[in-house]
Structures are given as structure tokens and as C-alpha cells.
């Protein structure tokens, strides 16, 4: 029973930065492996990036690699997105999701967040 609460979404400027957070409430011991995922308008879900319960793996879609990083913070039960260099096709709602594994995000078994908009202008 894991909820979860992204943060930190809203509008900026193409070029520009911003940072999303993902607290989670619940009875969990935090031994998830953590993720974030994004729909845009008349495209399917894809996945960001992803990090391991230990924070020593993590991994993105190539279209994000050198801009975004994903981080944790397993005390403060938190997941973060820095997002930097942002583009008008970096516009979606972007979803946090705990997975019940350690290691490996699949978004097939987990949980998920109601989702944050993120919005860049030209």
C-alpha cells in the first residue's frame, strides 16, 4: 500500500530547468526500485529514467541522456527528476512509479503517482 505525490511540475521556457519530486506515504520499507514515466497528447506513455533501490544503477531513453537525472533519497522516502536544457517536446504529464522489485522499472508491477503536468514554451 505505496502512494505516491509528484511535485514540481508547471510552465518554463524551451532551454530552461526544472525539478520534480516524488514523496511517497504508506507502510513500505522503501526497497523499491523507482522510475519516471511521461505521456504527451496523442502519444503513448514512455519511460524517462529509472533508478535502483540502492541508487548505484540508473538508466534513460536516449532523447533525455546529458539533460535529465534521476536521484534518491531513501530516508526522506523521496525520488527525484532534474531536468535541465528543456525542449517543447519534453511537454507531458510526467508520472512517478514504484516498482515492487529492487533492480529493474518495469511499469507492468508497481504503483504510481496521479502525475504532474510539465509544460515548455518556445
Known amino acids: 500500500q505505496v502512494q505516491l505525490v509528484e511535485s514540481g511540475g508547471g510552465l518554463v521556457q524551451a532551454g530552461g530547468s526544472l525539478r520534480l519530486s516524488c514523496a511517497a506515504s504508506g507502510r513500505t520499507s522503501w526497497q523499491h526500485a523507482m522510475g519516471w514515466f511521461r505521456q504527451a497528447p496523442g502519444k503513448e506513455r514512455e519511460f524517462v529514467a529509472g533508478?535502483?533501490?540502492?541508487?548505484?544503477?540508473?538508466y534513460y531513453t536516449d532523447s533525455v541522456k546529458g539533460r535529465f537525472t534521476i536521484s534518491r533519497d531513501n530516508a526522506k522516502k523521496t525520488v527525484y527528476l532534474q531536468m535541465n536544457s528543456l525542449k517543447p517536446e519534453d511537454t507531458a504529464v510526467y508520472y512517478c512509479?514504484?516498482?515492487?522489485?529492487?533492480?529493474?522499472?518495469?511499469?507492468?508491477?508497481?504503483?504510481w503517482g496521479q502525475g504532474t503536468q510539465v509544460t515548455v514554451s518556445s
Open positions: 512509479y514504484a516498482d515492487i522489485g529492487e533492480t529493474v522499472v518495469t511499469g507492468t508491477n508497481g504503483y
Open positions: 533508478i535502483s533501490w540502492s541508487g548505484g544503477t540508473t
